[in-house]
Every structure is written in structure tokens, then in C-alpha cells.
């Protein structure tokens, strides 16, 4: 009885016969198999270094812009999708958002990316990371203490004051004139009129050596002087006089209005009234009132009225009656500190 054959199968042999046969006649048209591969890790590669800041990709594969330009604090770094781990470039160190606005992910970012793309890492470092204007003003001040004297008298620095305070010298006076050595002057000047009267105003910033100081009398029997001291919050760098004025009568004075509105603060109005004899020196008029006065003497002699402005600066009017004295005297002005 005849064995029946089975039926023949291609052998393996064969298939691989027939694919490499298939793979023959589509290379013979010029496609190549290995080139979608190669080009995606060539773009990996493009993109990892492009500056993206104009196509608005994500990091290296995409970062967005310059490591943080558009991100100035790090949107920028989201780690790039388009990039395998070492082969397109992680976008990322030099994205990572806070650390690629910082600037050194920038770098890496470059660096990994293989490009420009981490750039502007540094950009964001240099124009965004923490640029905050470093000077400082004076934004308060604080009334220490005040001390005044006849002009034969000495006076001393209050004792209360401390290093960096604003020590504010006020003298008035016939003969000669003169400042306490050290000191800054901001008006030397005889008070208009009364011919050998002087009016002078100095400053000076207070050191280790100021407190309790001396200073001799060496005027005559009918000036009189004052120190007022003052507090900054920061080291002063200016002190500048401001609406300078005066008045003065043998009768009744005119009023004074020390325009401190229009300053810029913080300031302080000083107003001084004085007489000759046994009149008061108090003032008749003062709108609104001082916020305090420094006198040696209610009588006769000088007396300072002072208010501090950190904020708001009012003008200040003033003034003394007829006392029935020798003169009556009225000066005013105010005091920018920086």
C-alpha cells in the first residue's frame, strides 16, 4: 500500500530566502530602515541644544527659553521630555524650576543639552535672581533728649545718646561766633538787622566719645544755646536745612510759618523764640502745638520748640508777643535727615 507523502512546507531556510529577497527590492529604491532611528536620536540631539526661546519648546527637547527667560524663576525647567537620558540631553538640570533661574542649572543645562539651550540660565542668574537695591535711608527718627544753657554757661551732650544719633547744635548769640569742634555747620550767619547777633545751626553724627561732653561758655550773658538729639533707625548719610527764616521786633514780632509740608521725611520743625529781660519767652502762638519745648529759663533767654515727622509734615506757625522787652526774636526752619 503506497505511503502517503505530506504536504511540503518552505523551510526556514526558505522564509529568510524570501524576506531578505523583500528587503532587497525596497533598498534597491533608496529607502534606508535604519534612518527613522537615526533621525530621532539626531533631533533628540538638535533639540537638547537649540535656543528654544523662540519656539517655545520644553527644555533640551524643550526647555523653555534660555533655562528661564520666560521663567525667571525656574518655569523654564521642566525637565525635557524630548530628550532620552543621555543621548538627547536631560533638559532638566537646566530646568529645573528655582534652580535653572538660579543660573547654575543654566550651565548644566547647556552643558547636558549639549548647547546654547542653558544660556539663559545664566541670564535669569544675572538680570532676575535677587537684584533687590541694597541702599538703605533713613526712615525714622526719634526725639532723644535736649539741654540748654546761657551763652556763659557750658553745655553738655545729654547723656542718653548714643553712637550713629544726630546731634543737632543751636546757637544764638552776640560777639563772636563759634561751633563746638567736630561739628557740621548749616547756618553762620548774623540775624538780619540786629547787627551783632548771631544765629547758628550745626550737626554732628554722635560717636563713643560724645556722651555727657562739655563744652565751655564763651558767649555773652544773653546768648543762649541748645543741643537736641535724635534717633535714626539706619546710619544718617545727609542732614539739610530748609525755609530758613526770621523775625524780630522791639514791639510785637510777625508770625513765622515754616513751610515743612512740601518736605520730604523724615524731618524735623524747630521754632525758637527769645527775648530780652524779665518777659516770657513762651510762645503766643504755636499751630499746630510743638511736640516738645527746651528751655533753660521761662523768662528771658531762648526757648525751642520741636516736632518730628516721620510721615505727613505739617507747616508749623508761630509766634511771640510784644513782651515789652529790649526785642523780641522768632527764627523757624526745618531739618531733612537721609
Not at 556763659?152 to 542718653?160: G, L, N, R
Not at 508770625?255 to 520743625?269: M, N, Y
Not at 529759663?297 to 522787652?325: C, E, K, M, Q, W
Amino acid at each position: 500500500m503506497p505511503v502517503p507523502r505530506s504536504r511540503a512546507r518552505p523551510g526556514v531556510c526558505a522564509r529568510r530566502l524570501l524576506v531578505a529577497a523583500a528587503f532587497a527590492v525596497v533598498a534597491s529604491c533608496g529607502y534606508d530602515f535604519e534612518a527613522p532611528f537615526a533621525e530621532q536620536s539626531t533631533l533628540g540631539a538638535q533639540d537638547a541644544g537649540k535656543d528654544v526661546s523662540t519656539d517655545g519648546l520644553a527644555g533640551a527637547g524643550g526647555a523653555s527659553g534660555k533655562g528661564g527667560s520666560s521663567g525667571k524663576g525656574g518655569s523654564g525647567g521642566v525637565a525635557g521630555s524630548g530628550g532620552i537620558p543621555g543621548s538627547g540631553g536631560v533638559a532638566g538640570s537646566g530646568g529645573v524650576a528655582g534652580a535653572a533661574g538660579a543660573g547654575t542649572g543654566g550651565v548644566a543645562g547647556g552643558t547636558a543639552g549639549g548647547g546654547s539651550g542653558g544660556d539663559a540660565g545664566l541670564d535669569a542668574d544675572s538680570n532676575d535672581a535677587g537684584e533687590a537695591d541694597a541702599s538703605t535711608a533713613v526712615a525714622s527718627l526719634t526725639f532723644v533728649a535736649g539741654v540748654a544753657a546761657t551763652g556763659v554757661d557750658s553745655i553738655a551732650v545729654p547723656d542718653q545718646t548714643n553712637a550713629g544719633d544726630l546731634i543737632f547744635y543751636i546757637d544764638r548769640h552776640g560777639g563772636t561766633p563759634g561751633t563746638p569742634s567736630g561739628y557740621q555747620v548749616l547756618h553762620d550767619a548774623i540775624v538780619a538787622g540786629m547787627q551783632t547777633t548771631y544765629s547758628i545751626l550745626a550737626y554732628k553724627v554722635g560717636d563713643a566719645s560724645d556722651p555727657g561732653k562739655s563744652y565751655p561758655g564763651s558767649q555773652s550773658e544773653w546768648g543762649d544755646k541748645f543741643f537736641l538729639v535724635f534717633r535714626p533707625d539706619v546710619a544718617i548719610t545727609s542732614v539739610t536745612l530748609h525755609d530758613y527764616q526770621e523775625s524780630w521786633s522791639a514791639g510785637n514780632p510777625d508770625p513765622l510759618t515754616v513751610h515743612a509740608s512740601g518736605g520730604s521725611t523724615p524731618l524735623f520743625v524747630v521754632g525758637y523764640s527769645r527775648n530780652t529781660g524779665a518777659g516770657t519767652n513762651a510762645f503766643s502762638v504755636a499751630s499746630p502745638p510743638f511736640a516738645g519745648e527746651v528751655f533753660k529759663t521761662a523768662f528771658g533767654y531762648g526757648r525751642v520748640g520741636y516736632s518730628v515727622y516721620n510721615s505727613g509734615p505739617l507747616d508749623h506757625t508761630f509766634d511771640i508777643g510784644d513782651t515789652a522787652t529790649t526785642y523780641n526774636l522768632l527764627i523757624g526752619y526745618y531739618v531733612e535727615v537721609k
